[in-house]
């Protein structure tokens, strides 16, 4: 966890925010009229430099209207910078120049500047500890030291960088969220602006599963694959449901259940096997899991016909607005059988590579070596690190297991675990420890135990064991 700001969890427990040089104010992106007048400014120059490239082409123009001034708003208030960086993870790269530079690059690049600056000003130390910087860094070692054994070395190399990349952006995070109320707005960000793209995407008329690019109103060749896509939506569900019960503006309350009830079916326009059938078991898991409902058998009963009938809303949505192609890729079990096999024949070869190759084929390289994508999160790690990393991994897991434990029966540790499952039952079928949603989300669920104390601070309720354990 992050202790920026916070040399103990008993500042946050009561509420108090830290005080003093080295410490940050209150940074959440509203309260004050000078605040609100900035940002106005700012939404005006960007929809000014929108304007010069949409129906000018002069992009230098665009630049010099939206960079300097969000600068600024970054280096008031690094969560303002924060905020845009989980607003783009949709769209982010959908926008950008010759498939080098994207518009969430720029805006990390962003943050970094302000984030340092706000340091220097504020007189801040930095002190950063969490398992999934823990994690990543041990991955990104590994993957440096890689170079030096794999075939392809600069292929190696550009993968390490990437990865390190990915971890200045989480040291930034953390930073940023010294104070938990930034959290909370992270995940309202995230949450809003996954709602806008799926309802801009069906009021559209994208076809999610078709185009192998997605984009909100830009262009339909640039942008994320489905599966993406469909991870950010299941997601931003989760963080949808936590809002809902822990947001303390009551009046985002219908914009958190809007989302709850259409990220599922917009993962389903997007034609991810993998996504549905994770959110449908994370779903499920508190079916078994909270307590109160060997108490209270009637909550079985009722929980049992909420899923049967969102179930059957989903079938329905999806014989009505999904295409043939979507429909026949999701139930078709011959169609599935044949991923299936295939994927296992890739985990094969890589368990057959690395028994002559403990190392591994070096980072990303076991793929130019052999032709073949291991689409799980652990085996491509064991195929281009070998066994030192399959163990970095393990022990990665291991440490999220013990930081959820550490957080008390609440909102915040079923949040963080629902974010844990889906993740997990994603990685066995999918590779994501190059994708920012992936890791930036981790990161936020990993903040929730002094989220947890802050929030019960703030809006004190009876206890309520929501887990077992």
């Known amino acids: 966890m992050s202790t920026v700001g916070y040399p103990n969890l008993q500042q946050a427990a009561t ?21 609100v ?4 400014m700012w939404a005006i120059m960007c929809v000014a430099a929108v304007a010069a490239v949409s129906y000018a082409g002069n992009l230098p123009l665009a630049i010099i209207l939206a960079v300097p001034i969000t600068l600024i708003g970054i280096m008031w208030k690094p969560v303002f910078g924060l905020c845009m960086i989980v607003a783009v993870l949709p769209i982010g790269r959908a926008i950008g120049h010759a498939d080098s530079f994207s518009l969430e690059r720029g805006l990390a690049v962003l943050l970094l500047i302000g984030v340092l600056v706000n340091m220097i000003m504020k007189g801040k130390r930095l002190r950063v500890r969490s398992p999934v910087t823990f994690g990543l860094a041990s991955l990104t070692l590994l993957s440096l030291f890689s170079v030096t054994w794999a075939k392809y070395p600069r292929l190696a190399g550009l993968y390490s960088f990437t990865l390190f990349q990915i971890l200045a952006l989480l040291i930034l995070i953390l930073i940023v969220c010294e104070n938990p109320w930034n959290v909370i707005w992270a995940l309202r960000t995230f949450a809003a602006a996954c709602l806008f793209a799926g309802l801009s995407g069906l009021f559209l008329g994208v076809d999610l599963s078709e185009t192998q690019r997605f984009t909100v109103a830009v262009s339909q060749d640039k942008a994320m694959n489905p599966n993406h896509l469909a991870c ?7 963080a949808a449901i936590y809002l809902f019960r822990r947001d303390p503006a009551r009046w985002t309350r219908m914009v958190w259940a809007t989302c709850i009830g259409l990220m599922p079916i917009m993962i389903i326009f997007t034609a991810s096997r993998k996504a549905i059938l994770a959110i449908a078991v994370t779903i499920a898991l508190p079916f078994f899991s909270i307590k109160g409902f060997s108490r209270a058998p009637g909550l079985r009963v009722v929980m049992l016909i909420l899923l049967l009938i969102g179930g059957f809303l989903f079938i329905k949505a999806t014989q009505f607005a999904a295409s043939e192609e979507t429909i026949t890729r999701i139930t078709d079990p011959e169609y599935a059988q044949n991923s299936y096999q295939q994927r296992m024949g890739f985990i094969k070869a890589s368990l057959d590579y690395v028994g002559r190759n403990p190392l591994g084929a070096g980072m990303g390289c076991f793929y130019e070596q052999q032709g073949k994508v291991v689409h799980n999160d652990f085996f491509y790690i064991f195929s281009n690190l070998g066994y030192a990393g399959a163990i970095a991994f393990v022990c990665f897991a291991l440490s999220m297991l013990f930081y959820l434990h550490r957080i008390p029966q609440s909102p915040e540790k079923l949040f963080c675990l629902s974010v844990m499952v889906f993740l997990f039952i994603e990685g066995m079928a999918a590779t994501w420890i190059f994708a920012k949603h992936y890791w930036i989300v981790l990161i936020l669920a990993a903040q929730m135990v002094p989220v947890q104390a802050y929030m019960s601070a703030r809006n004190p309720e009876p206890t309520v064991e929501y887990l077992e354990g």
Do not use: E
Request: aromatic fraction near 16%; glycine fraction near 18%.
């Open 232 to 238: 950010i939506f299941g997601l931003a569900f989760f």
């Open 15 to 35: 509420g108090q925010l830290p005080q003093g040089p080295g410490a940050m104010q209150a940074n959440a992106p509203t309260g004050n009229a000078g605040w």
């Open 37 to 40: 007048m900035f940002l106005v």
